[in-house]
């Protein structure tokens, strides 16, 4: 079982450029997140998305962007990359919210801002 | 504003029994989850409560009492496996997971 899948595991990026990070579910979750994990600091929500063609901002919005044209995606996308988007991402699914919202995560996506 | 206390960390003996607080001020309520996150991995999913009370699965328990704004985890016949990190999260009345910082559990032999 694949589950969530969110590529690269790692990445170095200068300041000023631009990446993608990739996230897919095979369970067919409606629910889809963009975290991001600190040292020392809770889960930040960045963006999340109740089903395909809906997507809406979360705690940290600024300086990402998201899309959701299918169920299965949900791609992360940075522009005019900072050192304070140096972090831990983790894309995430769930079923729905309360008793549905168990969250299934991908294996989290290192990123550097040098 | 919304709020979720965990302890940083805390330092247990393999064997023993561990309880992990959460307290939160939070919007509203609709549940609480506890997730285990080993180091350089994701959180995984333990516990859900939404009624007071105490929901037990195998070694690990999750109490709530959402009159106090209150929960713990409990671990017993601790094993080495358990040293991870302990994340409490309450969902709010706008279905917004706030997430506490987490907990580090060090368990030594």
């Known amino acids: 079982n694949a589950g969530v899948t969110q590529t690269p595991k790692f990445r170095i990026l200068k300041i000023g450029q631009s990446m993608t990070l990739q996230c897919t579910q095979d369970?067919?979750?409606?629910?889809m997140y963009w975290y991001r994990q600190d040292p020392g600091m809770g889960l930040k929500l960045i963006y999340y998305?109740?089903?395909?063609?809906?997507?809406d901002k979360g705690e940290v919005p600024n300086g990402y962007n998201v899309s959701r044209s299918t169920t299965e995606d949900f791609p992360l996308r940075l522009e005019l990359a900072a050192p304070s988007q140096t972090s831990v991402y983790f894309c995430?699914?769930?079923?729905?919210?309360?008793?549905?919202?168990?969250?299934?995560f991908g294996e989290g996506s290192r990123l550097t801002v040098l | 504003g919304q709020n979720i206390d965990q302890p940083t960390e805390m330092t247990a003996t393999e064997g023993a029994i561990v309880q992990i607080n959460c307290t939160y001020q939070?919007?509203?309520?609709?549940?609480l989850f506890w997730y285990q996150q080993h180091a350089g991995e994701a959180p995984t999913f333990l516990s859900y409560?939404?009624l007071d009370g105490l929901e037990e699965k195998g070694r690990f328990s999750s109490f709530l009492s959402r009159s106090k704004g209150y929960s713990y985890l409990l671990l017993k016949e601790l094993q080495m496996k358990d040293s991870a990190s302990y994340l409490c999260?309450?969902?709010?009345?706008?279905?917004?997971?706030?997430w506490g910082a987490g907990t580090k559990l060090i368990i030594k032999p």
């Open positions: 995430a699914s769930s079923r729905g919210t309360s008793h549905t919202g168990e969250l299934f």
């Open positions: 369970m067919n979750h409606n629910y």
């Open positions: 998305s109740v089903g395909a063609g809906i997507t």
């Open positions: 939070t919007s509203g309520f609709n549940g």
């Open positions: 409560n939404v």
């Open positions: 999260a309450v969902e709010d009345s706008n279905y917004q997971l706030i």
